[in-house]
């Protein structure tokens, strides 16, 4: 049981502020540290850190030659990373305010510059036994996508960021997908708060895949074959968010994967996030499934 996670990585560079910057605001920061990052690196680790076995595939670039030792470091397989050593690596600039609420800049760089031929060759090591997790911070996601659907891969989608590229999806091929609310009012394609309307769109929209809706202090809900899972937050103070959805989508789907019913994985996802966010950075906040275990409540 391998897990391919062809996702993004990122230099972090994550801004101590009193609050979140409006318009027209200057603001003093308080401090600035770097971390590695980016949703694919963060959920590789997240998974690895849960007890599977992960290949991370992607490009890095200038700057960012560091992050495949925090991979490693991870437990995680860096067989399938590239570094172009002539393209600036993605990079994120991140307000972290004094609630632990975070807001972030996007810069694609090193993760956009997927080829055809880096797909079929990862791709073709990898067969129906195996899952692939993608997010939306590296292009070729519909090549992605259809040769793994070809495959018979197990295909894992969070639509993060939400942009036009999704809807050029084939998102009949996801099996399970991983929202917080606002993705899943811009999938479901209605403007609704109520997590409940949420699914019942979607759930029409996609009536096989498992839909997984993060509701921030709400805790989260589980949609899969007519059930509905609901889990309550593990309350915590929080230091920084920055990777608690990446922490969540690590664990559930780890839990999945090694046979926890969705209660029991919707409660593992639900105690790690609420130990990553106890910790400061992204990568580096994700405990492993020794440190959830374990902690204290």
Same mark, same amino acid.
């Given at each position: 049981?391998?897990?391919?996670?062809?996702?993004s990585? +990122?230099v972090?560079?994550?801004? !101590?502020?009193?609050h979140?910057?409006v318009?027209?605001?200057t603001?003093?920061? $308080?401090?600035?540290r770097?971390?590695?990052?980016g949703?694919g690196?963060?959920?590789?680790?997240?998974?690895?850190?849960?007890?599977?076995?992960?290949y991370?595939?992607?490009?890095?670039?200038?700057?960012? /030659?560091?992050?495949?030792?925090?991979? /490693?470091?991870?437990g995680v397989h860096?067989?399938?990373v590239?570094?172009? !050593? #002539?393209?600036?690596?993605?990079? @994120?600039? *991140?307000? +972290?305010?004094?609630?632990?609420?975070?807001? %972030?800049?996007l810069?694609?760089?090193?993760?956009?510059?997927? @080829?055809?031929?880096?797909?079929?060759?990862?791709l073709?090591?990898?067969?129906?036994?195996?899952?692939?997790v993608?997010?939306?911070?590296?292009?070729?996601n519909v090549k *992605?996508?259809?040769?793994?659907?070809?495959?018979?891969l197990?295909?894992?989608? +969070?639509?993060s =960021?939400?942009?036009?590229k %999704?809807?050029?999806? =084939?998102?009949?091929?996801? #099996?399970?997908?991983?929202m917080?609310?606002?993705?899943?009012?811009?999938?479901?394609?209605?403007?609704? #708060?109520?997590p409940?309307a949420?699914?019942?769109?979607?759930?029409?929209?996609?009536?096989?895949?498992?839909?997984?809706? @993060?509701?921030?202090?709400?805790?989260?809900?589980?949609?899969?074959? $007519?059930?509905?899972?609901r889990?309550?937050?593990? =309350?915590?103070?929080?230091? #920084? @968010?920055t990777?608690?959805?990446?922490?969540?989508t690590?664990?559930?789907l780890?839990?999945?994967?090694?046979?926890?019913?969705? !209660?029991?994985?919707?409660?593992?996802?639900?105690?790690?996030?609420a130990?990553?966010v106890?910790?400061? $950075?992204?990568?580096?906040?994700?405990p492993?499934? !020794?440190?959830?275990?374990?902690?204290?409540?």
């Amino acid at each position: 049981m391998r897990v391919l996670n062809f996702g993004s990585l +990122n230099v972090d560079y994550v801004y !101590k502020v009193d609050h979140i910057l409006v318009r027209g605001e200057t603001l003093q920061s $308080g401090s600035r540290r770097i971390f590695s990052g980016g949703k694919g690196l963060n959920q590789s680790v997240a998974l690895a850190r849960a007890g599977l076995e992960v290949y991370h595939a992607g490009s890095t670039g200038q700057g960012g /030659e560091f992050l495949t030792g925090v991979l /490693e470091d991870a437990g995680v397989h860096t067989d399938f990373v590239r570094v172009l !050593k #002539d393209t600036p690596c993605g990079h @994120t600039v *991140i307000q +972290n305010d004094k609630d632990g609420d975070n807001c %972030i800049l996007l810069f694609g760089g090193a993760n956009q510059c997927i @080829t055809d031929e880096q797909v079929d060759e990862v791709l073709s090591h990898f067969g129906s036994e195996d899952t692939l997790v993608l997010q939306n911070e590296i292009n070729a996601n519909v090549k *992605i996508m259809e040769k793994a659907h070809e495959k018979g891969l197990t295909i894992v989608l +969070n639509p993060s =960021p939400f942009d036009e590229k %999704i809807a050029a999806l =084939p998102l009949s091929y996801v #099996d399970i997908f991983f929202m917080n609310e606002i993705e899943a009012a811009q999938m479901a394609g209605i403007r609704s #708060d109520d997590p409940d309307a949420l699914l019942d769109s979607l759930e029409a929209k996609f009536p096989e895949a498992r839909l997984v809706l @993060t509701l921030g202090g709400a805790g989260s809900v589980c949609s899969f074959r $007519g059930e509905r899972t609901r889990q309550q937050i593990y =309350p915590v103070h929080a230091v #920084d @968010t920055t990777a608690a959805g990446d922490t969540f989508t690590g664990f559930f789907l780890s839990g999945i994967l090694r046979g926890l019913d969705t !209660k029991e994985a919707l409660d593992l996802a639900s105690r790690a996030s609420a130990v990553a966010v106890t910790r400061p $950075g992204a990568a580096p906040s994700i405990p492993t499934l !020794k440190e959830v275990e374990a902690y204290r409540f």
